[in-house]
């Protein structure tokens, strides 16, 4: 699990370090739009297959199927 999380974290860890990385965070243009926009909507596009691969992992599928099973039988 711990290997998913991280590959949920790399994407956080690099939205959040934004207004910190100096060839982000200065007047320049990507694409004819804000480097700081483009960069950023990279890295939220990015989020979306990382937590597809973490709610898709096999042991997310594991834990669904017990929830599935109706827990302790009585």
Wanted: charge should be positive; hydrophobic fraction near 60%.
């Amino acid at each position: 699990m711990r290997r998913y999380l991280i590959i949920l974290a790399i994407p956080v860890v690099a939205l959040v370090a934004t207004v910190w990385l100096p060839f982000v965070n200065r007047a320049s243009l990507w694409f004819g739009l804000p480097s700081v926009m483009v960069w950023s909507v990279i890295w939220v596009l990015a989020i979306t297959p990382a937590l597809a691969l973490l709610e898709f992992s096999p042991r997310q599928r594991d834990a669904d199927a017990r929830e599935a099973g109706g827990g302790p039988k009585r």
